[in-house]
């Protein structure tokens, strides 16, 4: 059985036309998730949403228990993983308002549980992670949000640093002389912890602001106008999200 699950980042609570059929606090070996799972469904699709960052969004991303949420994930049966994050733009392509699919990712993180196999109980396993991203649920979110109308960036090297500080000008310089398009603080070990779980797993970014030094951001950021970007955004991922799950539900 199809079950979509989708990681809900900031600005992104729940998903507005998920039937709720209950909420469940699952126990993991690892600790415990970001919140309870809402599990449900979307024109018969089951579903499953998972607020990456708690209710009330009081977890900062290097103190979310990755580990936690994707074992729940797996455990509540989730055949893909839809992570919605809210990053900077440093690409030209990469304005406010933008949603992109990146298709690949550096990782810039430190001090985060970042594997499974920990040397603990695990045999170690060095999963093949040339290509971070599910082609094939990457190709369905396309499709998806062509039948919904909106625009979505096909390409994108998403950097995730460490949070929850916002980086400086001269690390946005660093990050876009690595190839970076797009900035955010929660792309691994996520995405990697997917991989060793062996669940498809794809991004779907929007980008909030231009990243320091970058665009209107040259001299600072503007919170303000990130959350409203936020707001005005949160619906387009909603009928991507939608469209995707009756596609599956088609299929």
Request: include cysteine.
């Amino acid at each position: 059985m199809t079950r979509l699950a989708v990681i809900g980042g900031s600005g992104f609570a729940g998903l507005g036309q998920m039937k709720v059929v209950r909420r469940e606090i699952v126990r993991t070996p690892y600790g415990e998730p970001s919140g309870p799972l809402v599990i449900g469904d979307i024109h018969g699709v089951a579903m499953l949403f998972l607020p990456r960052h708690g209710p009330g969004h009081v977890l900062p991303p290097h103190r979310v228990n990755y580990r936690a949420n994707l074992w729940a994930l797996k455990e509540s049966g989730a055949t893909g993983i839809v992570a919605v994050a809210a990053v900077g733009g440093i690409g030209s392509n990469c304005g406010p308002g933008t949603i992109a699919l990146p298709e690949q990712i550096i990782d810039y993180t430190y001090g985060r549980e970042h594997t499974y196999c920990d040397g603990s109980d695990r045999q170690v396993t060095h999963v093949d992670f040339t290509q971070p991203y599910d082609p094939d649920l990457r190709r369905k979110l396309l499709l998806a949000a062509a039948r919904a109308g909106e625009p979505v960036l096909d390409t994108g090297v998403y950097a995730a640093t460490q949070g929850p500080r916002l980086e400086t000008a001269a690390e946005i310089v660093r990050l876009q002389r690595d190839g970076a398009t797009l900035v955010g603080m929660t792309g691994m070990p996520e995405a990697g912890l997917a991989r060793e779980l062996g669940i498809p797993y794809a991004h779907l970014c929007v980008v909030s602001n231009w990243a320091a030094g970058c665009g209107d951001s040259r001299e600072r950021i503007s919170h303000a106008d990130l959350q409203s970007t936020l707001d005005h955004s949160i619906g387009r991922v909603q009928r991507v999200i939608v469209a995707l799950a009756e596609a599956l539900g088609r299929a």
